[in-house]
Structures are given as structure tokens and as C-alpha cells.
């Protein structure tokens, strides 16, 4: 099993930025791919970028641009960078692990870290 423990949301002001991190423990070896996703009340979980073990990235289009992803593979953690944050980021934004054992797939979760963006 993977687990994930995320840190370093808060409140910023629009315009501003913040730095998720999301480390991992347990299987590490085992993981294929990383993520953030994002849950703004009322809305459904929205993709905002994965990386995989190749480090190719993707992003959510309402991030493009504005927020990268990264990885520190000896730490097993994985960043979020977030620049000129604008209100409607406001979320809970929620680390995700793909990873594989006994050749099927499993998504393990963070608990989610708030980000509130004022405007």
C-alpha cells in the first residue's frame, strides 16, 4: 500500500502563491504516476496535474500556465507550485498515487489540504 500526506495549503491573496507537497511512504516502488486533484464546494473532483515515472506532466486547462508539477524522487515527494493564484482555485486540493501490486491498479488518497485564494 502507498500512503500520502500532504502539506502547505493556506490562505494568499490573489495574485499570490503557494507550494503544495505531497510525500509518500509505504510502496513507493510500486507507484506509476502522482497527482494533485481539487474539490471546490459544490463541484465535483477536478484533475490539476499528474506526473508520471517518466516525468511527463499533464495539466488541468485551468491551470495551464499557471501551476507546475514536480517530483524529488529520492524524497518520494511530489510538488505542486502555484502562481498567480486567482480566487476560483479555492479547493481542497487532494494528492493522488497510482501505483500496482499484483498486476492491478489502486489509487490511494491524501486526507486534502485547504487552499483559500481572497480576492
Known amino acids: 500500500q502507498v500512503q500520502l500526506v500532504e502539506s502547505g495549503g493556506g490562505l494568499v491573496q490573489a495574485g499570490g502563491s503557494l507550494r503544495l507537497s505531497c510525500a509518500a511512504s509505504?510502496?513507493?516502488?510500486?507507484?506509476?504516476?502522482m497527482g494533485w486533484y481539487r474539490q471546490a464546494s459544490g463541484k465535483q473532483r477536478e484533475l490539476v496535474a499528474t506526473i508520471n515515472i517518466h516525468g511527463i506532466t499533464n495539466y488541468g486547462d485551468s491551470v495551464k500556465g499557471r501551476f507546475t508539477i514536480s517530483r524529488d524522487n529520492a524524497k518520494n515527494t511530489v510538488y505542486l507550485q502555484m502562481n498567480n493564484l486567482k480566487p476560483e482555485d479555492t479547493a481542497v486540493y487532494y494528492c493522488n498515487a497510482y501505483y500496482r501490486q499484483d498486476l492491478r491498479g489502486f489509487d490511494s488518497w491524501g486526507q486534502g489540504t485547504q487552499v483559500t485564494v481572497s480576492s
Open positions: 509505504g510502496s513507493t516502488f510500486s507507484i506509476h504516476a
